[in-house]
């Protein structure tokens, strides 16, 4: 996701700096002191230490924050004076809900949020109108805001119509012409995902940027505006209730690339009801994934 956010960036570079001065194995402190130190809010601490163990950086298990490598220079990010973007927005809030543990039910104060979220009341509340089309907020009679997804019934609805949005794009993919270029795409997703395989025992959490890139290399055979927005949300949603689940993170990315290639397989063989069955194989790993997660967190 692009991140314009100002407070973020210098957050993140400076989050940066440190490991490169602590070291290899180092630990960082907790994310209050970091907000503290940092002068920013905990949310925005949250949403660097998530890039930076999706990066690789660092090793994000419950408190504990050990850095993994040092980063590099080209890894800062530059400074500019724009408002926060969209998906910065959609970030902080998944990331609040996520570490928070927000149950549904919960009402949301828009003020409060705004301010820890540091965007103005305006953009968060034209945000939360966008998620109620998907059944994830809604507005409450006496006005405000009530965070109504995130159980399991959500998530099971969820991942069936991911079910039918998915295997909808595989048989458009799979009369795709020669020449077209999501095959060339594919071809290079295969090489991606066994480089990844190859060294997953260190570069486990590269996984689900490659997966979100996956998903939408399928879903972009499909030239429709209404699926393409709902492609989006839900990316979103399992990209981060995914990270739930740190203790089984590499076994379970290692499973999916090796359903990823199945998939791959079938479809450059031009094989529909192969590549079919691998979607449905696939789609129903990660159902079970998601629900487990709401499990896990009491999300029922």
Same mark, same amino acid.
């Not at 590099?72 to 609040?96: D, V």
């Not at 209404?226 to 990209?239: D, G, N, P, T, Y």
């Given at each position: 996701m692009a991140r314009t956010d100002e407070r973020f960036k210098h957050a993140y570079n400076s989050l940066?700096?440190?490991?490169?001065?602590?070291?290899?194995?180092?630990?960082?402190?907790?994310?209050?002191?970091?907000?503290?130190?940092?002068?920013?809010s905990r949310t925005v601490i949250r949403a660097a230490l998530a890039?930076?163990?999706?990066d690789g950086v660092i090793s994000w298990q419950g408190r504990s924050k050990t850095v993994t490598r040092l980063p590099?220079?080209?890894?800062?990010?530059?400074?500019?004076?724009?408002?926060?973007?969209?998906?910065?927005?959609?970030?902080?809030?998944?990331?609040?809900?996520?570490?928070f543990d927000v149950p549904a039910g919960t009402p949301l104060n828009v003020a409060q949020l705004a301010r820890e979220f540091q965007v103005p009341s305006?953009?968060?509340?034209?945000?939360?109108?966008?998620? +109620? *089309?998907?059944?994830l907020v809604r507005r409450r009679d006496? =006005?405000?805001?009530?965070?109504?997804? /995130?159980?399991? #019934? &959500?998530a099971v609805e969820l991942s069936d119509f991911r079910t039918l949005l998915e295997l909808n794009a595989i048989s458009h993919l799979i009369v795709c012409p020669p020449d077209h270029p999501i095959w060339t795409r594919l071809e290079d997703l295969r090489r991606?995902?066994?480089?990844?395989?190859?060294?997953?025992?260190?570069?486990?959490?590269?996984? +689900? *940027?490659?997966?979100?890139?996956?998903?939408?290399?399928? =879903?972009?055979?499909?030239?429709n505006r /209404?699926?393409? #927005? &709902?492609?989006?949300?839900?990316?979103?949603?399992?990209?981060y209730h995914y990270q739930w689940e740190k203790q089984t993170e590499q076994q379970r990315n290692a499973a999916a690339i090796d359903e990823h290639l199945a998939l791959i397989d079938a479809l450059q063989r031009r094989d529909e009801q192969a590549a079919l069955a691998a979607a449905r194989a696939h789609l129903a790993t990660a159902k079970n994934t998601l629900r487990a997660s709401m499990r896990t967190h009491n999300l029922t």
């Open positions: 940066l700096e440190r490991c490169h001065r602590l070291g290899v194995g180092a630990r960082l402190e907790s994310e209050s002191s970091l907000a503290k130190e940092l002068d920013v890039r930076m163990d999706e590099a220079p080209r890894e800062r990010l530059e400074i500019g004076a724009t408002p926060p973007s969209q998906e910065i927005l959609e970030e902080q809030f998944f990331n609040w809900v996520l570490h305006h953009s968060l509340q034209e945000f939360l109108a966008s998620l +109620s *089309r998907f059944g006496r =006005g405000g805001w009530e965070l109504l997804g /995130f159980t399991e #019934e &959500f991606e995902h066994l480089n990844l395989a190859r060294s997953i025992e260190t570069r486990y959490h590269d996984f +689900s *940027r490659l997966d979100e890139q996956f998903h939408e290399a399928i =879903g972009s055979s499909v030239n /209404f699926i393409k #927005e &709902f492609q989006r949300v839900i990316s979103l949603i399992f990209h």
